[in-house]
């Protein structure tokens, strides 16, 4: 994967604010795989992540305007899928656990089911936990977030980011390991 600067993006947006389409569509690809990821483990359902990123790219577009080069894209609009993955769970209650499969190639039936088990639970663990929490489980675990860069796009202080991923932690680990009802 080729890393992409901060100038890089900022020049393509700024591109596409001045009516060069192709500059963000370089953008769509660039970021929708993340997004996608992003938003999945969000509202667990993969019609719906579509959706959601659909939805986020639009705003995006639409809002361009309010892009500041000087901060990243990634952390942008990565903060306009978030608030629409909320705003998708606010409107619909997900229907069934997020459905992870974390089966590595090569594993015997046996290891193969106990992943996939593990896998479920905490997905389905994942989902019980507040959206408050789940987000920032999200952004730490699974795509990698500083707490700075959490604070960022989420648009709390880093306190707040460290309380919240904090209790979202132990709230999870009482989930998987007591299997107690939320």
Not at 14 to 21: M, N, Q, R
Not at 42 to 67: P, S, W
Not at 86 to 114: F, I
Not at 143 to 163: A, C, F, H, N, R
Request: a positive charge.
């Amino acid at each position: 994967m080729v890393l992409r600067t901060r100038t890089d993006d900022s020049a393509l947006a700024l591109e596409a604010l001045h009516g060069k389409a192709q500059s963000f569509e370089v953008l769509v690809e660039r970021y929708y795989k993340v997004l996608y990821n992003g938003s999945y483990r969000m509202v667990g359902n993969e019609e719906d992540a579509r959706d959601v990123v659909q939805t986020t790219f639009l705003k995006a577009y639409e809002k361009l305007h309010t892009y500041k080069p000087e901060h990243k894209f990634f952390s942008w609009i990565y903060r306009i899928m978030i608030h629409e993955s909320l705003n998708h769970l606010g409107r619909r209650k997900p229907q069934e656990p997020l459905d992870v499969r974390l089966v590595a190639h090569g594993d015997d039936p046996e290891t193969q089911c106990a992943k996939s088990e593990l896998s479920e639970a905490v997905s389905a663990a994942l989902m019980r936990l507040s959206k408050d929490h789940r987000v920032v489980v999200v952004l730490r675990h699974f795509v990698g977030y500083s707490y700075d860069e959490m604070s960022q796009v989420l648009g709390i202080p880093t306190k707040t980011v460290k309380s919240r991923l904090y209790t979202a932690r132990r709230h999870l680990g009482t989930l998987l390991f007591n299997r107690s009802p939320a």
